[in-house]
């Protein structure tokens, strides 16, 4: 059974279709990639402040350290069967490097993170970025570093309004709701 699940069983007590009063706090497992380590970084410490700012402490969330994007789906896969986390995210920035090598891997890793999710049932949040046009200059790496930052609120809420709305239809399944 995994966290999600568990909790689920913790809030089934509730009215049908009534949120949780509380979450319990949520475990989730955030994986970054190295590429472009000082942007990406930007969204993983925005992802952790938000998660912290709606009452899930930071130590809640196990960081995963990968190459780059394209390793993101097999760490999320084994991640999620393990069964310890609510959701996971992944962050990457796959930028064009002259070759359209990027429209491929980035297909490739949004395509594996929602086999994962659909394959296991964990929620897997997509923070993995591709500009139609980066150049390694000041200009583009102040604007996605502001943009990373924006793209791991999102992710953070995103990833707690998921859980929260998986464990009220696990509650309401439990409950057999109509």
């Not at 938000?50 to 130590?59: D, K, L």
């Amino acid at each position: 059974m995994n966290q999600l699940q568990a909790s689920a069983q913790r809030t089934s007590h509730h009215a049908a279709g009534a949120p949780p009063t509380a979450a319990p706090p949520w475990r989730f497992a955030l994986i970054r990639a190295e590429w472009h380590a000082t942007i990406v970084q930007r969204a993983c410490d925005s992802f952790l402040a938000e998660i912290e700012r709606h009452s899930n402490p930071t130590h809640s969330v196990d960081v995963f350290e990968v190459a780059g994007a394209f390793e993101i789906p097999l760490h999320a896969l084994r991640l999620a069967r393990s069964g310890r986390y609510a959701a996971i995210v992944g962050c990457a920035l796959v930028v064009d490097g002259g070759i359209y090598r990027h429209e491929f891997v980035a297909d490739a890793v949004i395509s594996g993170l929602m086999r994962v999710q659909l394959d296991t049932q964990v929620p897997v949040i997509s923070a993995v970025l591709t500009p139609k046009n980066f150049h390694e200059h000041d200009e583009h790496r102040r604007y996605f570093s502001e943009h990373f930052v924006v793209k791991g609120r999102e992710a953070a809420h995103a990833c707690l309004a998921t859980v929260q709305s998986l464990a009220r239809l696990n509650a309401c399944d439990e409950l057999a709701c109509n």
